[in-house]
Nanobody, 117 residues
């Protein structure tokens, strides 16, 4: 399974970015998908995730600013990031799970998001 993220970049504080992620080549149906991030010197942390039914979960630090969504038919995940802050600077990773514990999770290579003050 290949997981590819796109949409990262550099913005000023208060700006916005939209990340996308597509999982392809899966031999099992994709279940939950999520966005994680890792800042320098810190552990990878959950940003938001979403089930196939559209149930979402957000980190407290991004609630009200970020919106996760997905297109199940395309195995594509999105993250709309508004009101960005310098502390949102990190490498953002996409994760795709399957309904089988024998397959996955699958991770993308990450996309850099840099927010300047």
């Amino acid at each position: 399974v290949q997981v590819v993220e796109s949409g990262g970049g550099s913005v000023q504080a208060g700006g916005f970015l939209r990340l996308s992620c597509t999982a392809s080549g899966a031999t099992r149906p994709i279940s939950a998908m999520g966005w994680y991030r890792q800042a320098p010197g810190k552990e990878r942390e959950l940003v938001a995730d979403i089930t196939t039914d559209g149930n979402t979960n957000y980190a407290d630090s991004v609630k009200g600013r970020f919106t996760i969504s997905r297109d199940n038919a395309k195995n594509t995940l999105y993250l709309q990031m508004n009101s960005l802050k310098p502390e949102d600077t990190a490498v953002y990773y996409c994760r795709a799970d399957t309904f089988s514990v024998l397959f996955g999770p699958y991770w993308g290579q990450g996309t850099q998001v840099t927010v300047s003050s």
